[in-house]
């Protein structure tokens, strides 16, 4: 199921559970919490000659272009803390939550291919790296009972880093390389869905499915002959998300 299916199906929800009572004013107020989950990434690379430098090479461009597209996941623990206020208004509740999570979700691929025209190989080595995640994020929900279902959505960040390695096997001043790293702060969209119960003692249960999109990242590097000599750039972009869930526990104050 898509996070935009997800969305839609949980605001359904919303409106029919509206009708139902709540304790009023049970999830007003600050929380704060603790909760470690999964959290599935993904990320997709693409990369190849990037400039008029490699015209020499017309029959090698597609089919680098072609070994340069692949994709990455990996399942990765994730644990945080989080604070949020709460309004509540009948059935209704609003808010906002700030996350922090300790996240090390790193995707890597080497791959080494065959020129079209010749016995020789080139690698690549592709790699995305995210490191932390904090979120800001609005709420929006219907309590029921001791439990409370909500949308979320708002801002991501992570640090993130993008690298590219390529190098071929040609012998002597034929050989070309190229590398670069590049280190960034990503941002983007979340969206997602809770659900809460409320426990003795203003202690709350929490489980959560949160989407979060970086979009693409993309940067081109030169590539250098053996002997030192510039012989065009290389291509390479990268997109990353991440799907994540977890279990958690709140406390009201």
Request: net charge neutral; proline share 4%.
């Amino acid at each position: 199921m898509t996070p935009k299916k997800i969305i839609t199906l949980t605001l359904t929800m919303l409106i029919v559970l509206s009708s139902l009572n709540a304790y009023a004013g049970q999830w007003d107020g600050f929380f704060f919490g603790v909760n470690a989950g999964v959290a599935q990434s993904n990320a997709k690379y693409e990369t190849g000659p990037g400039t008029a430098g490699w015209a020499s090479w017309p029959v090698e461009a597609p089919g680098m272009w072609a070994n340069g597209g692949r994709e990455k996941s990996s399942v990765n623990p994730l644990v945080g803390v989080s604070a949020a206020y709460n309004r509540q208004i009948d059935s209704f509740v609003f808010g906002a939550e700030l996350g922090l999570n300790a996240l090390d979700a790193d995707f890597a691929h080497d791959g080494t291919y065959s020129f079209v025209s010749s016995a020789r190989h080139y690698t690549y080595r592709q790699q995305t790296r995210l490191d932390g995640l904090i979120t800001l994020r609005g709420r929006a929900g219907v309590a029921f009972g001791d439990s409370l279902v909500s949308v979320t959505g708002g801002l991501a960040a992570s640090q993130l880093k993008a690298s590219l390695g390529f190098n071929d096997d040609f012998p002597g001043a034929g050989r070309y390389t190229a590398t670069r790293t590049k280190r960034d702060i990503a941002l983007g969209p979340t969206v997602g869905l809770a659900y809460e119960h409320m426990l003795p003692d203003d202690f709350a249960l929490k489980a959560e499915f949160t989407y979060v999109d970086f979009g693409k990242t993309r940067f081109s590097t030169p590539v250098f002959a053996a002997d030192g000599s510039h012989t065009g750039d290389m291509g390479f972009s990268s997109v990353q998300h991440l799907s994540i869930f977890t279990v958690g526990l709140e406390k009201k104050f």
